[in-house]
């Protein structure tokens, strides 16, 4: 089978010695599927990281006046190389340990967005630091109130149109390699007459996933987060885990409101995409403790 696996930024780390710890973890848990002859390609958020990179240039300006204010699109991109670096570096460390001859390459994803996505006029992603009422008439971008914590900087999330690099990524499955694309959702692009350019924007990387997999018409999408089953009814005493459903109850989960837009929502939803797009597909939700099980069909909400 061809299979995305997409691994969230928050399992890998606040920092460079937690991240590596992490990333030699998960490349334990992968490994093995791809020992079972499928072809793999990995996908991963950057949440924590892409955050802390561009709270770094924000607290540099304040003391250097050599350090310049950093687009988002930017620190999108650093956080891709960051994040794969150790990625890669795990992966190969681990199949060298199984004497496993496969070749692994990280790919600089840009994704294509749309200009007059609505996402840009509601900016809802928070990131940064948080800032004082008096301080936010001065700041060079729009902030919002985040709690009772203070304002802080907010960005679009636009969905994602096309995988910029979709054939490169599709000429180095077919030629053996694991790859890891898509980054932190992929660094937003948007068109115009003078061709791409990046904006500051962060796009959902399970929504970046599953565009992937269904332009290099994977069969599994293999979503893995913090929890084994998704859930309905979450925190209730009639908490329920889901195993085996099809797309038609998933959906209709989703239209009773039973997924939290913040965190299992764009799951679910991605799944959702990717399995309407064509049939015989499958998707899976479950933990990264799981994720060998679940290409078995035994652990984890599977979704047909």
């Known amino acids: 089978m061809k299979i995305v696996i997409a691994l969230g930024g928050n399992a890998l780390g606040d920092d460079p010695i937690m991240q590596k710890r992490n990333a030699s973890l998960t490349a334990k848990y992968i490994v093995p599927i791809i020992k079972m002859g499928h072809d793999v390609i990995i996908t991963h958020g950057n949440g924590p990281q892409v955050g802390l990179i561009n709270l770094a240039f924000e607290e540099g300006r304040k003391t250097n006046s050599k350090v310049f204010p950093m687009p988002f699109s930017e620190c999108g991109a650093m956080s891709q190389g960051y994040i794969s670096y150790h990625l890669l570096n795990a992966i190969k460390e681990e199949l060298i340990n199984q004497n496993i001859d496969k070749e692994i390459v990280s790919v600089l994803t840009h994704i294509l967005v749309d200009k007059d996505d609505i996402a840009f006029s509601n900016p809802t992603k928070f990131i940064g630091s948080f800032y004082k009422e008096d301080e936010i008439s001065s700041l060079p971008f729009r902030v919002k109130k985040d709690s009772n914590r203070g304002y802080r900087r907010v960005i679009a999330s636009p969905k994602p149109l096309k995988v910029v690099e979709e054939n490169a990524i599709k000429k ?45 018409d994977a069969d599994m999408l293999l979503i893995l987060t913090q929890v084994d089953n998704v859930c309905i009814h979450f925190g209730l005493p009639n908490e329920f885990k889901l195993k085996d459903v099809s797309l038609n109850e998933m959906k209709e989960y989703c239209n009773l409101g039973e997924f939290p837009s913040g965190s299992m929502r764009p799951k679910v939803e991605a799944c959702i995409e990717f399995l309407e797009e064509k049939k015989n597909r499958i998707a899976i939700i479950t933990s990264i403790e799981n994720a060998y099980d679940a290409i078995e069909f035994k652990k984890g909400t599977i979704i047909r």
């Not at 948007?190 to 962060?202: E, L, P, Q, R």
């Open 172 to 216: 180095l499955i077919e030629n053996g390699y694991l790859v890891i694309s898509c980054g932190g959702g992929g660094i937003p692009m948007v068109s115009d007459t003078n061709g791409y350019h990046g904006v500051d924007a962060v796009i959902d990387k399970d929504y970046a996933s599953a565009k992937l997999a269904s332009e290099i």
